[in-house]
Structures are given as structure tokens and as C-alpha cells.
């Protein structure tokens, strides 16, 4: 990957096409799981999103090899897909854009606050 593809993200483009061909395959249970999958983990991304693609492709992969063994996606990833997408991407205690935005309000906040009352 170079500079330019890196700074316009086609790239990424490039991954999500060949992920999307790769679902194309897939029974409808599973597609609609894909669906699924790739909401959930949207929130764990960073910036780009670049750190997503490694996690997308494996649960991809994960998808396309129970589907050639026949199994049910219910066999596979159960009723909570938003826990299955959580543990894929660092379980419980992993933080999504919403909670290190918090968190970094809170620090320039109390940084703040600080200087105003010492």
C-alpha cells in the first residue's frame, strides 16, 4: 500500500468490495448476519477503520466455513451477535468512538476545571 492509497482510503475500498463479493456467497442466514456483524463492529473502529479490516475478514472467514459445514448461524454465533462483535473486538471492555470521546471530554474538562479553581 502507498501513501496515496492510504490517504484516500482505496484501499479500503478495494477490501470492503472483495468482502462483499466473498458474502455475495453466502446462504441469506449468513448474509444477513454479515449485515449484522459489520454494524455492530462499526462502532469499535477507529478514524478509517483501518483497524476493522483484519477483525472483518476473520469473522468473514469464520461465516464462510461454517456455512460450508452446513451448520446454522444460531449454532455458530447464538442470539447476541452485539456480544459476539464485542468480544471480536476486544471483548467487554472494548471502548467504541462514543466512550474515548467521552473520556477525553471528561479529561479537558476536569483539566480545565482544575486551572479554574487553583
Given at each position: 500500500m502507498n501513501l496515496w492509497e492510504k490517504m484516500t482510503g482505496s484501499d479500503l475500498?478495494?477490501?470492503?468490495k472483495a468482502f462483499e463479493v466473498r458474502a455475495q456467497v453466502l446462504p441469506a442466514e449468513y448474509r444477513a448476519a454479515w449485515e449484522e456483524i459489520k454494524g455492530h463492529l462499526f462502532p469499535y473502529g477507529d478514524f478509517s477503520g483501518r483497524n476493522l479490516m483484519p477483525i472483518l475478514d476473520s469473522a468473514l472467514g469464520l461465516l464462510e466455513e461454517t456455512a460450508a459445514d452446513g451448520r446454522s448461524i444460531h449454532e455458530v454465533l447464538g442470539d447476541d451477535i452485539g456480544g459476539f462483535c464485542a468480544a471480536l473486538a476486544g471483548g467487554d471492555g472494548a471502548q467504541s468512538h462514543r466512550d474515548r470521546w467521552r473520556e477525553q471530554l471528561n479529561?479537558?474538562?476536569?483539566?480545565?476545571?482544575?486551572r479554574l479553581g487553583g
Open positions: 475500498t478495494r477490501e470492503c479529561r479537558n474538562v476536569a483539566r480545565k476545571l482544575g
